[in-house]
């Protein structure tokens, strides 16, 4: 299973290109991006108001129309390991596979799309329902791999000792094993969802199957944020979901990238170049505290520069056993198609595309949410590019 930097083919020191770079935005572009992506999450929490800037006229987003029902979806443009699509067409693939509600086929509504008019957030909330809080993260970050390279490599030509720590950092997360210990601890969860009809049978199960697969999150204290997942998902609540009932419910998965250095009161490289220490899981649990992630974006560190604060990728519960041929679905940029940007595209990527990321991010989490059984958000079976 690739790292981030293995994933991305690159030779040791080459980084990624940009996102501004790859999708060809300006540096004004870049900062609408930014303030809608926080828009978007600030929305997604109830009763929270934004506290940002708006976006430049120029660039206004808009609520892509309603797609008939009955309208089937044009192939995507398939290169590499990545197909892309505009909105609207994704509207239509997502009404026939997605949409179902307890075997049927419902339109993409108006509030639906509204959400996913945001971009890579949109994709993730209209998937995931009331958005996710991204409480539930886990990595992989190989301890031993960091020491031995910080001991036994040098900077490179003209890079500061930050630069490469940063650099060391990242490399040593490994997206791959992140992936799969999600996915297991997904399972885990999921058998003991079932028949599980109140909170308290669910935890007892949970606490079963954990002990059965000797894990290390058997020993998360009463009150952590593994243990109260269910009971702070808004879904679990409502009577056309979970309606507090834990069998109607399950676990699924979606990716944040983001960048590591985001305190502001902290050292200043760590923010151009990465913070070696922060957003690192616990070793045993692999789960990643997710408190301090502000959505701040990598502070530049040469004139012109401008980096995307994250980027979503919604996985749900696809059951392909190799990771590399799992599809990840993200999009570029909310939905100006009046605008300087234009319409948003939606891109369905293979694992190892989606892993290699951009120079903006230096961590990738992979994060559990409860959505009820009832919702077809997340099949098991995505097939890329479809029809």
């Known amino acids: 299973m690739p790292s981030v930097s293995q994933a991305a083919g690159n030779r040791e020191g080459e980084e990624k290109p940009s996102y501004a770079e790859t999708h060809g935005l300006t540096a004004a572009d870049v900062e609408n991006i930014n303030a809608l992506n926080e828009r978007a999450l600030t929305l997604g929490r109830h009763g929270a108001t934004p506290s940002f800037r708006a976006p430049d006229s120029a660039n206004v987003r808009e609520t892509p129309p309603a ?27 997502w009404q026939q596979v997605y949409s179902h509600l307890d075997g049927k086929k419902q339109q993409m509504t108006e509030e639906q799309r509204e959400k996913l008019s945001y971009g890579c957030v949109g994709v993730t909330w209209v998937n995931s329902g009331p958005y996710p809080t991204n409480r539930l993260a886990f990595s992989f970050f190989d301890e031993d791999k960091y020491k031995n390279d910080l001991k036994n490599t040098r900077p490179l030509a003209g890079e500061t000792r930050a630069e490469f720590e940063g650099r060391i950092a990242k490399a040593s997360f490994d997206e791959g094993k992140g992936f799969k210990r999600a996915r297991d ?17 669910y935890l007892d199960k949970l606490k079963t199957e954990l002990t059965n697969n000797n894990d290390a999150l058997l020993h998360e204290d009463s009150r952590s944020n593994f243990y109260s997942a269910l009971r702070n998902t808004p879904s679990f609540k409502e009577r056309d979901g979970g309606n507090y009932d834990p069998s109607r419910m399950k676990a699924v998965i979606y ?35 997710m408190s301090k992630d502000r959505n701040i974006p990598r502070s530049p560190a040469n004139p012109g520069e401008g980096w995307v604060n994250f980027d979503y990728g919604w996985f749900g519960a696809q059951t392909e056993a190799d990771a590399d041929k799992t599809i990840w679905t993200h999009g570029d940029h909310y939905h100006a198609p009046n605008g300087d940007l234009g319409p948003m595209h939606v891109y369905e990527s293979k694992f190892r595309n989606w892993s290699a990321g951009y120079a903006d991010f230096d961590r990738g989490t992979y994060m559990i949410a409860l959505i009820p059984k009832s919702w077809n958000t997340a099949p098991a079976k995505v097939e890329q590019g479809w029809p």
Not at 77 to 92: E, F, H, L, Q, S
Not at 256 to 267: A, E, L, M, N, P
């Open 255 to 289: 990716s944040k990238h983001f960048w590591s250095g985001q305190d502001q009161r902290g050292s200043s490289d760590k923010r151009k170049y990465g913070d070696p220490e922060a957003f690192r899981p616990d070793r045993g649990t692999g789960l990643v505290d």
């Open 185 to 201: 601890v997904a399972s885990i969860m999921n058998k003991a969802l079932e028949n599980a009809h109140d909170e308290g049978a």
């Open 67 to 93: 797609e008939p029902l009955d309208r089937m979806p044009d192939a995507y443009r398939a290169r590499g390991g990545r197909a892309t699509t505009v909105v609207n067409n994704y509207i239509r693939k």
